[in-house]
């Protein structure tokens, strides 16, 4: 194989798996995804608090974690789909990390 093929190769990996990690372009979640951060969006603004920001997870990623605030149901489908965790971190700040989950609702799991 050419060294022309593999970076191409390296070059279309690297690429979907960006695509994959943004859950609100998703054909099939994404309005899931868009509609639980414009409800968080909505509920910051509300009380007069910074819009949390959306954070793509990353293998080995150090997260602040104070306090699970909601976390987006994997009840809709099977297969891997793109999840959101809503928490508060220990500065009392609000967030949102997005992630891949393996969702539940698949023939023999009672989901």
């Not at 080995?60 to 999840?83: F, K, L, Q, Y």
Request: glycine share 10%.
């Amino acid at each position: 194989m050419s060294i022309q093929t593999r970076v191409a190769m390296v070059s279309i990996m690297l690429i979907s798996s960006f695509a994959m990690a943004e859950g609100s372009a998703d054909k099939v979640y994404g309005s899931m995804i868009q509609e639980n951060e414009k409800r968080w969006r909505e509920y910051a603004l509300s009380i007069d608090e910074n819009p949390p920001e959306t954070v793509h997870y990353r293998y080995g990623m150090d997260v602040d974690i104070e306090r699970v605030i909601h976390i987006t149901s994997t009840r809709i489908g099977c297969g891997v789909m793109p999840a959101q965790m809503t928490y508060k971190d220990s500065n009392g700040n609000l967030n949102i990390l997005e992630y891949r989950a393996s969702g539940t609702k698949c023939p023999g799991q009672g989901g």
